[in-house]
């Protein structure tokens, strides 16, 4: 993780859970999507590399055990800082490539399942690091990335979304590196139709909430907040959230 990146999810830590306190639907929907395809019985060892503050293991910690909690790898200490106080939940500063190496010092041989949310654009050498992730997996073993697409439809400024799209990697790309490792590999998308006020909009993205913010000066961010409020006028915007949900399965 760069130190640009590092700061960024330091400033958010404390204000990450509200971003998403007016989208209780949304968290519902997501953690749904997640359970049923990295399901969770007890005794199962799961990994959730850039776990944050484990805000999406909601649908998954209700089988998690302190004798097999979840492992919530994350290079940001400030954000695992805000995990919940739960036994269930075990935390690891880390980050997915120390993992995927053997340089983090795991509880777990061998896991059931592994969940890489949002994060997957943050992993230098993805191949490399799919591979030695994949061989972490028991027989049946899962990983499961869920990701944006390259290009979004969000009510963000122009110059973002074009950044945003240079930077994001494509999800038949990772599916194919899983393949690559061994893995059974399918992928399918979800969508979600985000409903928000105009200015709490703005507000999240004055708060630099997607990490592509951080890049961008604080004279560029204003511009952009700019061409926001001329794009789209006071009151409720809508827009399609849509999610990749990449599955590799180790026979």
């Known amino acids: 993780m760069s130190d640009r ?27 749904g999507h997640i359970a049923t395809r990295l399901p969770i019985r007890p005794g199962t060892r799961i990994a959730d590399i850039g776990a944050g503050t484990g805000l999406f293991l909601q649908r998954l910690i209700g089988n998690a055990s302190a004798q097999s909690p ?23 500063h880390a980050g997915a490539e120390e993992v995927a190496m053997g340089q983090a010092t ?19 050498e993805l191949d490399t690091t799919l591979k030695g992730l994949a061989e972490l997996l028991v027989p049946g073993g899962r990983i499961l990335v869920v990701t944006l697409p390259p290009r979004l439809e ?21 599916a194919d590196h899983m393949r690559e490792s061994g893995l059974i590999t399918s992928y399918g998308c ?13 507000g999240l993205v004055a ?8 890049s961008f000066t604080d004279e560029q961010l204003t511009d952009g907040l700019a061409e926001i409020r001329r794009r789209y006028a006071p009151g409720e915007i809508c827009f399609p959230d ?8 180790r026979p």
């Not at 994350?74 to 106080?85: F, N, R, T, V």
Request: charged content about 20%; overall charge negative; aromatic content about 12%.
């Open 242 to 249: 849509r999610f990749a949900f990449v599955l590799g399965k």
């Open 5 to 31: 990146v590092a700061q960024h999810y330091a400033d958010l830590a404390h204000t990450y859970d509200q971003t998403w306190g007016h989208r209780p639907e949304y968290l519902s929907w997501m953690c």
């Open 70 to 92: 979840i492992l919530c790898v994350d290079p940001s200490a400030a954000m695992l800082a805000q995990l919940p106080d739960d036994p269930r939940l075990h935390p690891i």
């Open 106 to 124: 795991l509880p777990y041989d061998r896991l059931h399942g592994i969940l890489i949310k949002e994060t997957i654009h943050h992993i230098s």
């Open 207 to 214: 708060n630099r909430w997607m990490s592509v913010l951080s």
């Open 154 to 174: 969000y009510p963000l400024f122009h110059s973002a979304l074009d950044r945003f799209a240079e930077r994001q990697p494509d999800p038949q790309d990772i």
């Open 190 to 202: 979800e969508e979600y139709q985000v409903r928000v006020d105009r200015n709490h909009w703005i």
